[in-house]
């Protein structure tokens, strides 16, 4: 009889990856769990978070009878995805440490030592979302046991494997695994892509999980807790005083700590104003940030969105993109809002040399790409 397959699942201690294991198990997989520690700072009450979680991610491991190992990613947490958070804000940008997590640690640093280091064939965590080479049947809110030998193929793909949303749109996490690698996606099962989180908190209760289900929903980013962000922020990132102008008239309306703890769109509370303001234009140099009045002010709102390389998980780049300059694609701009059909330009980034793989979005759906890379209103 052939050994069964070694998959090995990333364990947070959460509801998620314990049910996720869980199924794995039941599917007649080996399964091993593992805990990374990314984070070994203290939180705003003194505590190191990860240890709790870690010793949930044990409980789990001795609930289902499974093998636990836990690894430190700490350094390479903060060289690869924390560092690169205070890089991205500094600039005046606000990036997305989630997804870069995925890509460097999740998918990256825990991939590798799970297949090199454990002999995996393939790794499981506990996101909502599908991949094209799941067995669609197995992923149904019933539980199945299947004989091993359906999935003697699951890992020997030869076609690129794509990335697809979860069954329950409002769970998907495919936002944040926009990153991850080809190479990694071929060797990745996601359990939970065809259920719903109230199925999933059923099967816990169902098999004296108990110990995650009471665990509160991870929210925002993982270091910075409960804390107030601006003021985590200005732990690392030194202040620079500015004002807040009115688009409209350009009257100071206050002050600021820092031009680049804002992201464009976002309300802006100024202190004494009662009335909600909003971000439009910063000025890097002299540390201004402009506010616009209303929500639907004109101002806030733009044709032409430019991003830098595009990481093509199943193609790269999609053929059509590199014939036509130019394709239909869907995008998301923030987890959880509406998927929405737009065009993408391919073409030349200014000062970099031609890359069809870098695009500008034409945001108006109507419209045809927008004439040029100068156009960005
Ligand atoms: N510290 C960690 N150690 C091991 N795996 C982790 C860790 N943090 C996250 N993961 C993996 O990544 C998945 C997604 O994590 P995330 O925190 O985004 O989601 P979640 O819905 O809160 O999941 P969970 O309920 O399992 O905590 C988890 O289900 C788990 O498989």
């Not at 270091?223 to 009257?251: A, M, T, V, W």
């Amino acid at each position: 009889m052939q050994a069964a397959r070694h998959v090995v699942c990333a364990l947070s201690g959460g509801v998620d990856s314990a049910v996720a294991a869980l199924l794995l198990k039941r599917r007649g997989y080996q399964v091993t769990g593992v805990f990374m520690k990314n984070w070994d700072l203290l939180d705003e009450h003194g505590v190191c978070a990860a240890d709790k979680d870690c010793e949930d991610a044990y409980r789990v491991c001795q609930i289902l009878d499974l093998p636990f190992r836990q690894v430190s990613y700490v350094k390479e947490y903060w060289n690869d995805v924390f560092s690169d958070f205070l890089n991205e804000y500094e600039k005046g940008r606000t990036p997305n440490p989630d997804i870069i997590c995925n890509k460097h640690i999740k998918f990256s640093c825990f991939f590798r030592y799970a297949v090199d280091n454990l002999g995996a064939d393939a790794i499981a965590t506990g996101h909502y979302a599908r991949t094209s080479q799941e067995d669609g049947e197995v992923f149904q809110q019933k539980h199945i046991k299947r004989p091993e030998g359906l999935f003697r193929n699951r890992f020997e793909v030869r076609n690129a494997v794509k990335l697809l949303q979860a069954a329950d749109s409002f769970k998907d996490q495919t936002f944040f695994l926009s990153q991850v690698s080809q190479d990694a996606l071929r060797r990745t099962i996601f359990p939970l892509g065809g259920l719903t989180k109230d199925f999933v908190k059923k099967i816990a209760a169902e098999n004296r999980l108990h110990h995650v289900l009471q665990k509160k929903e991870s929210m925002g980013m993982c270091f910075i807790g409960k804390r107030n962000f601006e003021h985590f922020l200005l732990q690392y990132l030194p202040s620079r005083p500015g004002q807040f102008i009115s688009i409209e008239d350009h009257k100071v309306l206050g002050t600021h700590k820092g031009w680049f703890l804002y992201t464009l769109g976002q309300r802006a509370n100024i202190g004494g104003l009662r009335a909600p303001w909003y971000v439009v234009e910063k000025d890097s140099a002299k540390g201004d940030v402009f506010v616009a009045p209303r929500l639907d002010h004109p101002a806030l709102y733009r044709d032409l969105l430019r991003t830098s390389r595009v990481h093509w998980i199943t193609e790269e780049p999609p053929a059509a993109l590199v014939r036509d300059k130019m394709m239909e694609c869907h995008f998301r701009f923030r987890h959880q809002m509406a998927l929405v059909c737009r065009v993408l330009q391919g073409g030349r980034v200014p000062g970099q040399r031609e890359d069809p793989a870098a695009g500008a979005v034409c945001l108006h759906a109507s419209e045809g790409p927008a004439p040029s890379w100068g156009a960005h209103r």
